[in-house]
């Protein structure tokens, strides 16, 4: 899922790609390895992890498919060692509750759950996620090129530029994706583009004013303020899936219930000499 973020910045003389990217940079979704280690925050999944131990599944392994698995939730399962055990078992389809073949959940996690680790105080089980995580990868402009200035621009066309969060496996699995489709209905793939920079950034006064008029191109899916003008926890403002957060609604003077329009005007009222860059970003 792509969607829309403005992010406001002050004129400065730091160079305004680099700006963009260290605006951003600490709202990056990813786990140890991904983003610092002081970014990190454990993500307690303990409640699930018991639901898969306890949930009946049928694993049934299909030649050239892979392993069909019925019962949900399944995420985290390791089907690598659920196909080993099977294997072990000369089984081509598993009925099982894994409570009842290792009731130590300690144990079950050990051998058939990944990418879970056991809080060294808690005892919990999770993940240490980015808890300010919201991008995947990120373009100036992208697939929304040109709204921030209230610009159409012409559909079917793939837009890259030379802003972006970086390579990212998710990005390049996408693009090889629209090659090959374009090979299976034997056409050539959409015609792409670099995407300008002077289509992608306004100034903040002009988008209060877009905004005053009601104009569409005005309220961006999310709005990032500036780095320090407030926690950066709070800096990120959004639209879906509910409005917030409430702390930075109520910095900038707003009941809980305001809508988005409401917001977004209050947000340039308070940064009329900033500029603002139009960015896409995959959840």
Do not use: C
């Amino acid at each position: 899922m792509f969607a829309s973020v403005y992010v406001i910045l002050p004129v400065m003389d730091l160079a305004p790609a680099e700006a963009i990217r260290a605006s951003l940079a600490p709202f990056q979704r990813g786990g140890k390895g991904d983003v610092p280690d002081k970014w990190l925050a454990f993500h307690d999944e303990t409640a699930e992890v018991r639901t898969i131990h306890l949930t009946k599944f049928v694993f049934t392994r299909e030649e050239g498919r892979g392993t069909l698995i019925e019962g949900e939730p399944h995420w985290h399962l390791d089907i690598g060692a659920i196909n080993a055990e099977m294997a072990r078992r000369g089984l081509h389809r598993w009925r099982v509750r894994f409570a009842d073949v290792e009731p130590d959940l300690d144990a079950f996690v050990k051998a058939y759950v990944r990418d879970i680790e056991r809080h060294p105080a808690t005892g919990g089980y999770g993940r240490w996620l980015n808890p300010l995580g919201r991008w995947d990868w990120w373009d100036l402009g992208g697939r929304f090129d040109g709204r921030i200035i209230g610009e159409r621009r012409r559909p079917g066309v793939r837009r890259t530029a030379s802003v972006s969060s970086g390579p990212d496996t998710g990005r390049t699995i996408l693009a090889n994706v629209t090659g090959v489709l374009a090979d299976a209905l034997g056409s050539e793939p959409s015609e792409e583009v670099v995407v300008e920079a002077d289509a992608n950034i306004e100034m903040v006064s002009r988008l209060s004013e877009d905004a005053q008029a009601g104009l569409a191109s005005a309220f961006p899916g999310a709005i990032l303020l500036p780095p320090g003008a407030v926690e950066d926890r709070l800096r990120w403002l959004r639209a879906w899936p509910q409005i917030d957060p409430e702390e930075t609604l109520a910095w900038l003077g707003l009941p809980d219930d305001a809508d988005w329009e409401a917001v977004a005007i209050a947000a340039y009222r308070r940064f009329p000499e900033h500029w603002a860059a139009g960015v896409a970003y995959h959840l």
